[in-house]
């Protein structure tokens, strides 16, 4: 006998070919994640986010006013979707976080530069991700001086000189030191959660199938609801478990302020853990192995770590990709924790994050349970 | 028959996976009480045909009652008085042999659920053992303590698929005592086996092949109602023997068992006729003998194309 058989090399190597190309998923997974990565990383990320949602409120109305408003568009860090009349108005649209910044020229700030008094104008910025801000911030005060070098020339032109002759303030909001984990933690317990949920009821009910006792269990008289419901409430406990952990680390070691409400935010996990939980129950009525409901979470898992607004700036993507986003679970989660946790925004505040998650989880549910066979066709 | 005293009436049963026909309008007639056995080889459809009557699989065509309920339509009524034991031992293996029972007595809202597992536990002989892994268990325990998990609620109806595969013959003998002492007490069971030393066992045998139904009688009147005739043949030169008679005009099917060779025919005369030019050979020794069911079956097996529907 040969030490080394090239024979035996080909037919193992016959064998995976045809074992790689009966299992579908596997091959699915293989060239889908590649590709997915590819379009997330190469097109949808943007660690450097322009065209941030701004709103303005202009109290001087003159020609230098809107120069000022002008070079801020024109620099593209931010769009001016929204005028608000009112401080307030401003204020309910960054916690809410439909804006980034509120960009402030206060009355008579025409009359005052031209007097020479250095008037001030004031860009608030929603800080709680810092990196998305930071572009902005740095570069308001040339942004500023760069629209007014056009007005102030001819018998303004004394003025164009140093020093500058606006004064910008910034107010960083939520994270005025900028901290990372300010950011970071509170969202990473939306990845936390997606990940076991989903991966937990999935595999729990797909090994029923693979083991054979999925038969038995259908020849009871267990109503799909009734299964549903059973299979997945222990895990429930386990995510609170879970958001304990993250919420006593940040608490403790990463000093994560609490500015909102336990309650709203014990809330807004319950059903976060109920739709993560009922996604891996949908996954489980597709797959047929513990394996393919493992790779279906891996795949939902990606998207929802790029496109969730968890690692990169969820305004700084593409229109696109904001869509998709939209979609996902985390990204709602996402917004709601940072709200509550960094913003002390409450649960009227947050409606508008809290109804997408309700939408999908009756979604996901009423799918789940339509594709859930209670025969063994 | 009345309805109360049928447990199973289904007619034209069909399963079809793709364009394969797996059961084939399928006529089933159970009276309450009786030992039904399903015999047939591998993949004839027994286990497909149980699937059916208990709810698990949705016929292609076909209609019936299983205890008196609709088998497409109340599926859930059907699951509720019928104890099914699959062909794979489909209880947990994580759980202990005492978890196991107390959760399909709560499956099946067993009132006294507490006395159920105890007194399953009792005469299974595992009360003892009751806090060990289902896992653990041997082949021939697995199939018992499958057997008690799916008596605990008290079914009406039996469907045992392939109870005894693979079980030692010391716990087969056992296990089809206690089926004759549930059969007593008044359950109906269905049973689908591939030996036939069990078929004998039952009181109606239906034999399957290729997903069709190929005979359905009372096992002592079975053997008549095909009208084989056998010869027994013993000595030396069967081999050579049995190579001459297959095919024979008269001769049906040729089958060894142990020393001696079996020659059956459904015409008496004609095979009387085929096997006469050797009754002179002095190395064999003939002798005509009633037909025992494994010879009905190999006969039913070769000429289940031509001779029935």
Request: hydrophobic share 45%; net charge neutral.
């Amino acid at each position: 006998m040969r030490l080394f058989s090239f024979a035996r090399v080909k037919a193992v190597l016959l064998k995976e070919f045809v074992q790689m190309r009966r299992d579908r998923t596997t091959f699915a997974m293989m060239v889908g994640v590649p590709i997915m990565q590819l379009i997330l990383f190469g097109f949808a990320i943007n660690s450097d986010p322009r065209h941030l949602p701004t709103a303005l409120i202009d109290r001087d109305h003159s020609s230098f006013s809107r120069s000022i408003v002008y070079a801020a568009e024109n620099s593209t860090f931010m769009d001016i979707i929204k005028r608000p009349a009112t401080d307030q108005e401003a204020e309910r649209l960054i916690r809410e976080g439909e804006v980034s910044f509120i960009f402030i020229i206060p009355e008579n700030f025409g009359r005052d530069l031209v007097r020479g008094d250095k008037p001030q104008v004031l860009l608030v910025a929603d800080a709680t991700d810092p990196s998305a801000s930071s572009g902005a911030v740095n570069s308001m005060k040339q942004i500023v001086e760069a629209g007014l070098v056009r007005d102030l020339s001819g018998s303004l032109s004394h003025l164009a000189q140093a020093p500058p002759p606006v004064d910008v303030v910034l107010h960083k909001r939520y994270n005025p030191a900028g901290i990372t984990q300010y950011n970071i933690i509170p969202g990473l317990l939306g990845i936390i959660i997606a990940m076991t949920m989903t991966m937990i009821t999935a595999v729990a009910i797909t090994r029923e199938k693979e083991r054979g006792t999925m038969e038995n269990l259908l020849a009871m008289p267990i109503k799909p609801l009734e299964m549903m419901v059973g299979k997945v409430s222990p895990y429930v406990i386990i995510g609170y478990v879970q958001t304990c952990v993250v919420l006593v680390a940040s608490q403790f070691v990463f000093d994560i302020p609490m500015a909102g409400s336990y309650l709203v935010l014990f809330a807004a996990v319950t059903l976060y853990i109920v739709v993560n939980l009922l996604i891996g129950f949908f996954f489980s009525s597709i797959a047929e192995t513990q394996m393919q409901a493992l790779q279906m979470t891996f795949f939902m898992l990606l998207p929802q770590i790029l496109l969730s607004g968890f690692l990169f700036p969820f305004l700084g993507m593409p229109r696109w990709a904001q869509y998709i986003g939209e979609a996902l679970p985390a990204t709602h989660f996402m917004r709601l924790m940072r709200g509550i946790m960094l913003k002390g925004a409450d649960s009227g505040d947050l409606f508008a994050s809290f109804w997408p998650l309700g939408v999908i989880m009756v979604a996901v549910g009423t799918i789940a349970m339509i594709r859930y066979k209670t025969t063994l066709d | 028959m009345s309805a109360v005293e049928t447990v199973i009436d289904v007619r034209g049963l069909t399963k079809k996976y793709g364009d394969k026909t797996v059961v084939d309008n399928f006529d089933l007639q159970v009276p309450k009480g009786a030992v039904y056995g399903f015999l047939g080889p591998n993949g004839s459809g027994k286990t497909t045909t149980i699937r059916m009557v208990c709810g698990l699989l949705i016929p292609n065509a076909g209609s019936g009652t299983c205890l008196g309920f609709d088998v497409v339509e109340q599926s859930s009524e059907i699951k509720k008085r019928v104890g099914y034991m699959t062909q794979k031992f489909s209880l947990w293996a994580d759980l202990t042999i005492r978890e196991n029972l107390e959760f399909v007595a709560r499956m099946y809202q067993v009132s006294n659920r507490k006395e159920k597992v105890d007194e399953a536990l009792e005469e299974l002989g595992l009360s003892a053992r009751a806090r060990q892994l289902a896992g653990s268990l041997s082949g021939g325990w697995k199939q018992r303590l499958s057997l008690a998990a799916c008596m605990l609620h008290d079914p009406d109806l039996l469907l045992l698929d392939e109870p005894t595969a693979g079980v030692d013959p010391k716990a087969r003998r056992e296990f089809w005592d206690s089926i004759h002492v549930l059969a007593d007490r008044g359950v109906t069971i269905l049973v689908s086996t591939h030996y036939m030393d069990e078929a004998v066992q039952c009181d109606y045998i239906a034999y399957i092949a290729y997903g069709k139904k190929l005979i359905d009688a009372r096992s002592d009147e079975l053997v008549d109602q095909v009208g084989l005739h056998t010869w027994r043949v013993e000595g030396i030169g069967l081999s050579d023997l049995s190579k001459k008679l297959a095919g024979a005009d008269g001769v049906g099917d040729v089958a060894r068992f142990g020393t001696a060779l079996h020659v059956s025919g459904l015409d008496k005369d004609k095979l009387r006729t085929a096997i006469e030019p050797y009754f002179d050979n002095p190395l064999l020794t003939w002798s005509e003998k009633k037909p025992g069911l494994e010879e009905v079956f190999i006969h039913l097996m070769t000429g289940s194309e031509d001779n029935f529907q």
